[in-house]
């Protein structure tokens, strides 16, 4: 009862965290709104005068393109800047003699972090897109379920990972550069930019494997409720396998990357 308690109170500092700087929720409000806008209206002028693109109807292409990036929003983490730092000042030190696991402490405060930015900065982005753009919701509560569940695990796949980007710090002592090519990457397979269905065969057979797809693409295609029961299971299974296994490398490396720490800073 104890731990369960804790980790609560981790993932409730996250999510204060966020609530309280106001200024940057509206900034985040702001630059997502543009990032939203912009995706929506490229994708309808693809579609425009089309039947569809690879198996969506133009409201269903539409609405794809901003759910996907919706989930990019709540998914996003700057996680691996913040270990990075961490590192490079000196901090990690004083980390590594609390008696929380920094491992667990950061996962469970980016749930909250991504709690709170589904509320502040998706949810009015969502229903400003959607009165813009043309627009499908979910017709089943069980989808709304669905949904939900799905963007849970895509906030612990990108935090995980993002986790791994910042463990190498622990060599480099700067993972900024990383930083930025995990997030383009993470944008271009997560089907953020490009819907999947719309990537080349070759691409798109390999790309529903890797964790990225699970960041984006996913949430959206069970917001459109284009998958039956199997493929919900599937795509939800293929998720919670990312999760288990980028945990079990998370592990991994942070019990390796302490053997090749070197602190800086006070």
Same mark, same amino acid.
């Given at each position: 009862?104890?731990?369960?308690?804790?980790?609560?109170?981790?993932?409730?500092?996250?999510?204060?965290?966020?609530?309280?700087?106001?200024?940057?929720?509206?900034?985040?409000?702001?630059?997502?709104?543009?990032?939203?806008? *912009?995706? @929506? !209206? =490229?994708?309808?002028? &693809?579609?425009?005068? %089309?039947? #569809?693109?690879?198996?969506?109807?133009?409201?269903?292409?539409?609405?794809?393109?901003?759910?996907?990036?919706?989930?990019?929003?709540?998914?996003?983490?700057?996680?691996?800047?913040?270990?990075?730092?961490?590192?490079?000042?000196?901090?990690?030190?004083?980390?590594?003699?609390?008696?929380?696991?920094?491992?667990?402490?950061?996962?469970?405060?980016?749930?909250?972090r991504a709690g709170a930015s589904a509320a502040l900065t998706a949810a009015p982005v969502l229903v *400003?897109? @959607? !009165? =813009?753009?043309?627009? &499908?919701?979910?017709? %089943?509560? #069980?989808?709304?379920?669905?949904?939900?569940?799905?963007?849970?695990?895509?906030?612990?796949?990108?935090?995980?990972?993002?986790?791994?980007?910042?463990?190498?710090?622990?060599?480099?002592?700067?993972?900024?550069?990383?930083?930025?090519?995990?997030?383009?990457?993470?944008?271009?397979?997560?089907?953020?930019?490009?819907?999947?269905?719309?990537?080349?065969?070759?691409?798109?057979?390999?790309?529903?494997?890797?964790?990225?797809?699970?960041?984006?693409?996913?949430? @959206?295609?069970?917001?459109?409720?284009?998958?039956?029961?199997?493929?919900?299971?599937?795509?939800?299974?293929?998720?919670?396998?990312?999760?288990?296994?980028?945990?079990?490398?998370?592990?991994?490396?942070?019990?390796?990357?302490?053997?090749?720490?070197?602190?800086?800073?006070?």
């Amino acid at each position: 009862m104890m731990r369960a308690q804790v980790w609560w109170a981790c993932v409730r500092l996250g999510a204060l965290h966020r609530f309280a700087y106001r200024m940057e929720v509206l900034s985040a409000v702001v630059s997502a709104a543009v990032v939203v806008f *912009l995706n @929506a !209206s =490229v994708w309808n002028a &693809v579609v425009d005068g %089309r039947p #569809g693109l690879a198996g969506l109807s133009p409201v269903e292409v539409s609405t794809y393109a901003v759910i996907a990036w919706i989930a990019t929003i709540v998914s996003a983490t700057r996680l691996d800047e913040i270990l990075g730092a961490r590192v490079r000042d000196g901090q990690i030190a004083t980390d590594l003699i609390k008696p929380l696991d920094l491992h667990l402490w950061l996962i469970l405060r980016d749930l909250g972090r991504a709690g709170a930015s589904a509320a502040l900065t998706a949810a009015p982005v969502l229903v *400003l897109a @959607a !009165s =813009v753009f043309p627009f &499908v919701w979910p017709s %089943r509560v #069980g989808s709304w379920l669905w949904v939900a569940l799905s963007m849970v695990l895509a906030t612990l796949i990108g935090g995980q990972l993002a986790f791994l980007i910042g463990l190498v710090a622990f060599r480099l002592k700067n993972v900024s550069g990383l930083a930025h090519f995990k997030a383009s990457a993470t944008a271009v397979l997560s089907g953020a930019v490009v819907p999947v269905q719309a990537m080349p065969d070759a691409l798109r057979d390999v790309v529903v494997w890797l964790p990225f797809q699970g960041m984006s693409h996913t949430p @959206a295609m069970l917001f459109l409720e284009q998958l039956d029961g199997a493929g919900v299971t599937r795509a939800l299974g293929v998720q919670a396998a990312w999760v288990v296994g980028l945990f079990l490398a998370c592990r991994w490396s942070w019990a390796r990357a302490i053997d090749h720490l070197t602190v800086q800073g006070g």
